[in-house]
């Protein structure tokens, strides 16, 4: 995938993240802390029903992409089972309409029900269409799938905020659900001619029994990494109280501004890693990327253990320990992109299991270590059993995959991961205590990042000064 394509990719998270600095800090002034922790319960259950209904079928359209030539069959073959399986499943629990919004919020509504299975059954269909863009390399109709919703989100709030709106759970829910449908209608229209194509296609049984077997083991695995991702949020709810919940979510809505790293990378590197598989190259070239990769995650936690006191000048008193929340909060993101550069080799072994089993051990680790600091640290707890529960997730996902596939060098990856762990950890209890001296780890383990990768560093500035004189012509870009 060349820089260009890169970049356009890159808009869409980049663009969503400086709009999400903007939203953010309105909710958190507009609405209360208890009606923003009951909405991470709708994320959470948005998250869960994406990834156990699609049945590791996404994964296996990823995966058979560049080896089909029939590519609507595929996406009709990889869409239709969950999709069937979900509106049933949704139909059952509309039965009881009250159901969801007791179980998600503890206000029985018949209306906030209905709201939660829009945003689910448009949630589900922009997933799997968002992977035509992505495999096609269409960046820039991607990138824009994401920012038109975050600013009708923008501009739902700010007429609430014009109009003096009730503050109200209901309101809340209106926005988000909106920009979820949108997603899905601008899903819908930039893939128009592959999914309208996919509608008089058959389902082939038996290729679908295959790739069934491909993701039957990524149906647990997705259930163990929701509850990876999730249990902090439903702990903090059952072991504390909605209002440290939304302090927690809030920390955890600024820690996804290094979700453009994990969007980004992502989204280009699947298809581009395995089309290298194809073509039996890539592992130097893997090697590299990976050092890159690490490179810009301890960048970015040594930048948020120096700056995270910049979020009390957006937000209300009563969110001030987000400062030091939010430093843990980038484990699940950063942590997580850098595994995915380790983790190659399960994939293309299709040694799926091994993934879902690094899943259910990270998973029962973080169980154990919110049920343990929630009661204690509160929602602070939960930041740091979800930050080191994701390092482990990372380890055993890279010693998996050299155990199918090939070695790689790890030194300064278990190295300098620990240390940033280890500092979140620190900087999110004890914080307050120790005050100004985590600035001068945090300016350390930088530092010394800089020394350790100052090949790289020159090798981008000299890529940078390559590409900027390409585009004014004073040279011809390389092919």
């Known amino acids: 995938m060349t820089p260009k394509k890169i970049a356009l990719f890159a808009i869409g998270p980049l663009g969503g993240a400086l709009l999400g600095f903007i939203t953010l800090p309105l909710i958190t002034w507009f609405f209360s802390q208890e009606d923003i922790g009951r909405i991470s319960m709708m994320q959470v259950t948005l998250s869960f029903s994406t990834l156990f209904f699609s049945l590791g079928l996404d994964q296996a359209y990823v995966r058979e992409f560049h080896e089909t030539d029939n590519k609507p069959a595929l996406l009709k073959m990889t869409l239709l089972p969950g999709l069937a399986i979900l509106l049933l499943t949704l139909s059952v629990l509309l039965l009881d309409s009250e159901f969801l919004s007791n179980l998600l919020f503890d206000i029985p509504a018949w209306y906030l029900s209905l709201l939660v299975v829009v945003a689910l059954i448009a949630s589900f269909i922009a997933r799997f269409l968002s992977l035509i863009l992505r495999m096609n390399e269409q960046g820039l109709a991607f990138s824009m799938s994401q920012i038109l919703p975050k600013i009708l989100l923008l501009v739902i709030i700010g007429v609430y905020i014009v109009i003096g709106s009730e503050k109200s759970l209901s309101n809340l829910l209106i926005a988000n659900t909106a920009a979820i449908v949108l997603v899905c209608f601008v899903f819908c229209w930039n893939t128009r001619q ?286």
């Open 194 to 479: 592959e999914w309208l194509a996919s509608i008089g296609e058959k389902i082939v049984v038996t290729r679908l029994k295959e790739m069934l077997k491909f993701g039957f083991p990524l149906i647990f695995g997705g259930l163990a990494f929701w509850g990876l991702t999730a249990t902090d949020k439903v702990l903090l709810r059952s072991l504390s109280s909605y209002e440290e919940l939304g302090l927690y979510s809030v920390s955890v809505s600024f820690a996804a501004a290094a979700t453009i790293l994990q969007s980004v990378f992502s989204t280009v590197w699947a298809p581009t890693v395995y089309k290298w598989a194809g073509r039996g190259e890539g592992l130097e070239k893997i090697h590299k990327v990976t050092r890159y990769v690490l490179l810009c995650v301890v960048i970015l936690f040594c930048l948020a253990g120096l700056f995270s006191w910049v979020v009390t000048y957006l937000l209300p008193k009563n969110y001030t320990d987000v400062q030091w929340l939010v430093i843990s909060c980038l484990g699940y993101p950063l942590l997580y992109t850098l595994s995915e550069t380790t983790v190659v080799g399960i994939g293309i072994s299709r040694r799926t299991s091994l993934g879902m089993l690094a899943a259910i051990i990270a998973f029962v680790l973080n169980a154990a270590g919110n049920w343990w600091l929630i009661p204690i640290y509160g929602a602070a707890g939960a930041a740091v059993s979800t930050s080191v529960s994701f390092w482990v997730f990372f380890i055993l996902r890279t010693e998996f995959s050299i155990s199918v596939w090939q070695p790689i060098p790890r030194v300064a990856l278990y190295s300098y991961t620990i240390l940033i762990v280890v500092g979140a950890i620190i900087s999110t209890l004890f914080g307050k205590v120790l005050g100004w001296s985590l600035y001068g780890y945090w300016l350390a383990v930088l530092l010394s990042c800089i020394f350790m990768f100052k090949n790289e560093l020159f090798e981008i500035k000299s890529k940078v000064k390559m590409w900027s004189r390409a585009r004014d012509g004073s040279i011809k870009p390389l092919s």
